[in-house]
Each structure stands twice: as structure tokens, then as C-alpha cells.
């Protein structure tokens, strides 16, 4: 990405002055941000791209804070579930977010910045121009080299050791993409079985209600299933508005994933949803090969959301 030097909407730092919930911090007023380094990083707790940028902003925060640089975290959020201040607390403290995150709920600062995508970053120089920005995953060393050289300090960048859910994707092997569920943005459903569905096509069984952004199962028994072919499948899923959990199991080519299992999953292709979030649920070891992964939920009330790939 190019080095700009594209002056800040006027208003853009004062929305984070309006802003009235903060995370990690107490409110960073725009005033206070000058004379800083700032790196603005649009995120939503869900997007697994997001979660495989984050090992590399954490270290950024902890390695160049003492440097006059400042990550804010600005979480915009992509479902109704992540409006929920409660779920952002929760995800931010488990997912281990140090820096000061700003609730953006209404977009007001992803607009004061003309974001478009999560994850984003916008760095922001001292004097308060936007002097590089990046879109999507990867480019680590390329932003901290930008981030140096605007604090003025020159270091080795950093070899990070993302791992788990912060793994990268497996670029090589990924003939997959994101599917969103509810009619919103859904895509390549499919009437028939698993058995006869083609690469990337899906389809619900049971009883289901779909909704703009997901699908509710109305009663227990009903799952989902995908033809897909990547080393990870995730699939964003909540439970029930009650908070009551729901159990499912997970099979591979109608077996139990064994060694394919993912962290959410046991090697039995048991699992519990607890909370909502992204689940991991196939991670393939050694040669990744085209399958077809089936989901069955023992309990009702479970919405499923959008499926990512790794």
C-alpha cells in the first residue's frame, strides 16, 4: 500500500471524543492524540480475518507504546449480537485485547475515516494526516515498517508466532470462501442433500426460520451442511436469545473429524455453543482434500450466522 498524506476529515478524531464507551482505557480525547502516533484498527470480534491480524497489533502495542505510539481499537459491528456490549467485554478479555478499544456501535468513526472493510488499520502521524493504511489481512511487516518510521526508530520487525485461530490461512489450499446464511447475503443454498452437493454449495435440514443476517432452528435435530475444501472451517453461531446451550456434533464425510477436529470441536465431533462467537470446527492436518462437513445441533435455538475458511 502507498504512503499517503491525506489530512483527517476535520471531524474525524472529534467523533472519538463523542464516542461515550471505552475498553482498557479511559476516553482518548482527540487533543490528547496529538503529538501521537495512532493506529486506528476497524475490527468486530467475529471476522476470523480480524482474529489473524491480531497477535501482530497486540505486539505493535506492546513493543512501540513507549515509543509515543497508540493503538485504538474501534469495534464496528457486523451482527446484531455484536452491538452486545457484554459479548465485546467478553470476547476482548478472553481473546486477550490489551490496547484501548472504542465502541463504534453507530459507525460513526468508521465513517469519519471512510472505512469499507474489517479488519482495516489507518495510520495516523503527529501531526494528524493518514499517512498509510491497509485493507484485509497480511502486509505485517510493511505497516510496521510504517509505524517506525513515523516514531523515527528503526528495529528489526517482529516475527510473530500466530497460532490457533490466529493461524493464516492456508492460501495454497483454500478453494473456499466466506457463505453467509441469513437471505441477507446468503448464497449457494442448496435443496438437495449432503451427499449431493457440489463444491461450496450448503444446505439447511429441519426445521429452520431464516432471517436476514441468520437461520434459527425452530427444533432440536435439524443441521447444516458444505462441500467444501480448505485446512479450516469456522462457523459463526450464538445460542439461543435465552442463553441456554446448545450441543452438536460435527461430522466429516458423515465420520467424526478425529485429527481434523478443530479447537471448538472434540476429536469425537462433539461440542458445546456457549456464547456467540466464531467457532473453529475442522482444521485438516497434513493433506487438505475436499469434504463434506455436516453439523447436527441436539438442542434447539441455535442461529448460525456466516462460514469462513482457512
Same mark, same amino acid.
Given at each position: 500500500?502507498?504512503?499517503?498524506?491525506?489530512?483527517?476529515?476535520?471531524?474525524?478524531?472529534?467523533?472519538?471524543?463523542?464516542?461515550?464507551?471505552?475498553?482498557?482505557?479511559?476516553?482518548?480525547? =482527540?487533543?490528547?492524540?496529538?503529538?501521537?502516533?495512532?493506529?486506528?484498527?476497524? +475490527?468486530?470480534?467475529?471476522?476470523?480475518?480480524?482474529?489473524?491480524?491480531?497477535?501482530?497489533?497486540? =505486539?505493535?502495542?506492546?513493543?512501540?507504546?513507549?515509543?509515543?505510539?497508540?493503538?485504538? $481499537? @474501534?469495534?464496528?459491528?457486523?451482527?446484531?449480537?455484536?452491538?452486545?456490549?457484554?459479548?465485546?467485554?467478553? @470476547?476482548?478479555?478472553?481473546?486477550?485485547?490489551?490496547?484501548?478499544?472504542?465502541?463504534?456501535?453507530?459507525?460513526?468513526?468508521?465513517?469519519?475515516?471512510?472505512?469499507?472493510? +474489517?479488519?482495516?488499520?489507518?495510520?495516523?502521524?503527529?501531526?494528524?494526516?493518514?499517512?498509510?493504511?491497509?485493507?484485509?489481512?497480511?502486509?505485517?511487516?510493511?505497516?510496521?515498517?510504517?509505524?517506525?518510521?513515523?516514531? $523515527?526508530?528503526?528495529?528489526?520487525?517482529?516475527?510473530?508466532?500466530?497460532?490457533?485461530?490466529?493461524? @493464516?490461512?492456508?492460501?495454497?489450499?483454500?478453494?473456499?470462501?466466506?457463505?453467509?446464511?441469513?437471505?441477507?447475503? #446468503?448464497?449457494?443454498?442448496?435443496?438437495? #442433500?449432503?451427499?449431493?452437493?457440489?463444491?461450496?454449495?450448503?444446505?439447511?435440514? #429441519?426445521?429452520?426460520?431464516?432471517?436476514?443476517?441468520?437461520?434459527?432452528?425452530?427444533?432440536?435435530?435439524?443441521?447444516? @451442511?458444505?462441500?467444501?475444501?480448505?485446512?479450516?472451517?469456522?462457523?459463526?453461531?450464538?445460542?439461543?436469545?435465552? #442463553?441456554?446451550?446448545?450441543?452438536?456434533?460435527?461430522?466429516?464425510?458423515?465420520?467424526?473429524?478425529?485429527?481434523?477436529?478443530?479447537?471448538?470441536?472434540?476429536?469425537?465431533?462433539? $461440542?458445546?455453543?456457549?456464547?456467540?462467537?466464531?467457532?473453529?470446527?475442522?482444521?485438516?492436518?497434513?493433506?487438505?482434500?475436499?469434504?463434506?462437513?455436516?453439523?447436527?445441533?441436539?438442542?434447539?435455538?441455535?442461529?448460525?450466522?456466516?462460514?469462513?475458511?482457512?
Amino acid at each position: 500500500m502507498p504512503w499517503e498524506a491525506s489530512r483527517l476529515r476535520a471531524d474525524a478524531f472529534s467523533e472519538l471524543d463523542a464516542a461515550p464507551i471505552w475498553l482498557n482505557s479511559e476516553p482518548l480525547k =482527540a487533543n490528547a492524540l496529538r503529538g501521537h502516533v495512532v493506529l486506528v484498527d476497524f +475490527w468486530t470480534y467475529s471476522c476470523v480475518n480480524w482474529l489473524r491480524t491480531l497477535p501482530y497489533v497486540s =505486539a505493535w502495542h506492546e513493543r512501540y507504546g513507549d515509543d509515543g505510539f497508540v493503538v485504538v $481499537g @474501534a469495534h464496528a459491528p457486523e451482527f446484531g449480537f455484536e452491538h452486545d456490549l457484554d459479548n465485546v467485554q467478553r @470476547a476482548a478479555r478472553e481473546l486477550d485485547v490489551r490496547y484501548p478499544v472504542v465502541i463504534d456501535n453507530d459507525f460513526a468513526i468508521w465513517r469519519s475515516f471512510e472505512n469499507r472493510y +474489517w479488519p482495516a488499520v489507518h495510520l495516523v502521524d503527529r501531526d494528524g494526516q493518514i499517512r498509510f493504511h491497509h485493507f484485509g489481512e497480511g502486509a505485517y511487516d510493511e505497516t510496521e515498517r510504517a509505524i517506525q518510521q513515523l516514531l $523515527g526508530v528503526d528495529q528489526e520487525t517482529l516475527r510473530v508466532d500466530a497460532t490457533g485461530l490466529a493461524e @493464516a490461512a492456508d492460501w495454497d489450499t483454500l478453494r473456499s470462501r466466506e457463505t453467509y446464511v441469513g437471505y441477507g447475503r #446468503g448464497e449457494r443454498r442448496s435443496d438437495r #442433500g449432503a451427499d449431493g452437493l457440489a463444491l461450496n454449495q450448503w444446505a439447511l435440514a #429441519g426445521e429452520w426460520s431464516v432471517s436476514e443476517e441468520a437461520a434459527v432452528l425452530e427444533s432440536a435435530g435439524g443441521s447444516i @451442511a458444505y462441500r467444501f475444501e480448505a485446512r479450516d472451517l469456522n462457523l459463526v453461531l450464538a445460542p439461543p436469545a435465552s #442463553g441456554a446451550e446448545v450441543r452438536f456434533a460435527v461430522r466429516l464425510d458423515s465420520q467424526p473429524p478425529g485429527d481434523a477436529h478443530g479447537v471448538d470441536v472434540a476429536e469425537s465431533g462433539e $461440542g458445546i455453543i456457549s456464547e456467540p462467537r466464531m467457532y473453529q470446527l475442522v482444521r485438516q492436518r497434513g493433506v487438505v482434500a475436499q469434504r463434506v462437513f455436516e453439523i447436527a445441533f441436539l438442542d434447539a435455538g441455535v442461529r448460525a450466522y456466516v462460514f469462513t475458511f482457512g
